[in-house]
């Protein structure tokens, strides 16, 4: 059974920084492209970022290029997502996924961690 | 890249279909056929219903049916039930720099 299990997310100030987890299980982690997909409150989704399997290519939407680090390490299943310089419309539950490298589409979801950017 | 375009709320009566429309550009929807579907309950990670405009992931029911024309894809729930009451999203592929964009969200309720 695939299972995602998102975490780091928590209140921190504008301008801060925060790195979220998302361990892997269930599946061949090296193998399978991982993203990342946000909501804020009461709002819709937004693709944040994704990554190869490799982790050769990554991917970025233009509001958090520049700010947002996407990594991952194959020897411990473990998704990456490094933030900074935070403001407050990064606000949102992270999601992490499983990306069909061919098809273009998430397949498996976590269950999601919030990240709160408030003074 | 602006988000897919998806009507506010989607209603139906139990036992009825209703369908959600998801218009996008000739940037996203209109020249890719990879557009999916993802419903989401409250409180809950989304779950993805349709891929590749059409083929459902195994463990989806057969109510649920895609389509695409132009620039505009739909979601079809057939013989609607309670439980199909959530959130549902579309979302494109939009080529190698943007890659990924959603629609605004659909709310379906069950009268």
């Known amino acids: 059974e695939v299972q995602l299990l998102e975490s780091g997310g928590g209140l921190v100030q504008p301008g801060g920084s925060l790195r979220l987890s998302c361990a892997a299980s269930?599946?061949?982690?090296?193998?399978?492209?991982m993203g990342w997909v946000r909501q804020a409150p009461g709002k819709g989704l937004e693709w944040v970022s994704g990554?190869?399997?490799?982790?050769?290519?990554?991917y970025y939407a233009d509001s958090v290029r520049g700010r947002f680090t996407i990594s991952r390490d194959n020897s411990k299943n473990t998704l990456y997502l490094q933030m900074s310089s935070l403001r407050v419309e990064d606000t949102a539950v992270f999601y992490c996924a499983t990306w069909d490298w061919n098809y273009y589409f998430l397949d498996y979801w976590g269950q999601g961690t919030l990240v709160t950017v408030s003074s | 890249q602006s988000a897919l375009t998806q009507p506010a709320s989607v209603s139906g009566s139990p036992g009825q279909s209703i369908t959600i429309s998801c218009t996008g550009t000739s940037s996203d929807v209109g020249t890719y056929d990879f557009v999916s579907w993802y419903q989401q309950h409250p409180g809950k990670a989304p779950k993805l219903m349709i891929y590749e405009d059409y083929k459902r992931p195994s463990g989806v029911s057969d109510r649920f049916s895609g389509s695409k024309s132009g620039s505009t894809a739909s979601l079809t729930i057939s013989g609607l039930q309670a439980e199909d009451e959530a959130d549902y999203f579309c979302c494109s592929y939009a080529g190698s720099s943007t890659l990924f964009v959603f629609g605004t969200g659909t709310k379906v309720t069950a009268l």
């Open positions: 990554l190869s399997g490799s982790g050769g290519s990554a």
């Open positions: 269930g599946f061949t982690f090296s193998s399978h492209a």
